[in-house]
């Protein structure tokens, strides 16, 4: 019986020291420096006074059976074959304690790994619109039809300083015909906000230029729109509201 309960005392110590091993390379692996070292500290505490916690016996020695009628026949004392010393019991909550600390712990890796993740993507996101914008104003600069064409979508539509309303094909005719021409134009203050394959983009713009013979200098702010089609951002629409000097 002592020996199956030794066997069994040595299995349940085997399932502790490896769930403690795992449980500090899980929090060395996701936890930030500080906190992963003092959930290590933690966890080698409680697991300590676990084991401490748990009652052994005392090594046994030679005697004689004339000076101490507890000796067995072997001529040793030691705890008796009948009632060996319930040490598993601490080392089992210890198991479980470390098994559900370490479930908790992936738990919130988890949830860590998706913020970052949702977070890193808006970032992409908005450093490719405000790249984009960039790139519409040197096409705007430069007259490039075929660039405004590629970054615009079919039903796009735009309300100018003037309130007037324009379609794509109205804005590709102007700048491949030189009627929409612009000396200069500075756009600033750009704030991108995405909502999933949606982007609504402010900001200010200065410039110079004329379009079907009309003055079309000045300083304004602008709502721009872009979804995402097929992979790529294109812009839907336009609005543009003159700031008063």
Known sequence: MRVKHLRRERYERGLY???RARLCRILTAVARPPLSLLMIGLTLSISDLASYAAPKPLPSRPVSRQSNP?????GRIGPRLDRAPEIGV???S????????AVHTNWASAQTRQAVGASTVATSAEDEIKKLEEARNQAILHGDAAALDRMTS???TFITLRGEMRSKSDILKGFASGSFHYESREISDLKVRTYGDTAVVTGRSVQ???ENGKDYSGDYWFTRVYVKQKGRWLTVALQTTLIQQ
């Open 17 to 19: 020291f490896l769930a």
């Open 208 to 210: 110079k230029g004329v």
């Open 94 to 101: 210890a198991v479980i304690l470390l098994f559900l600390l």
């Open 90 to 92: 601490d080392m089992k």
């Open 70 to 74: 507890a000796v067995g026949q072997n």
């Open 154 to 156: 079919d039903d796009y």
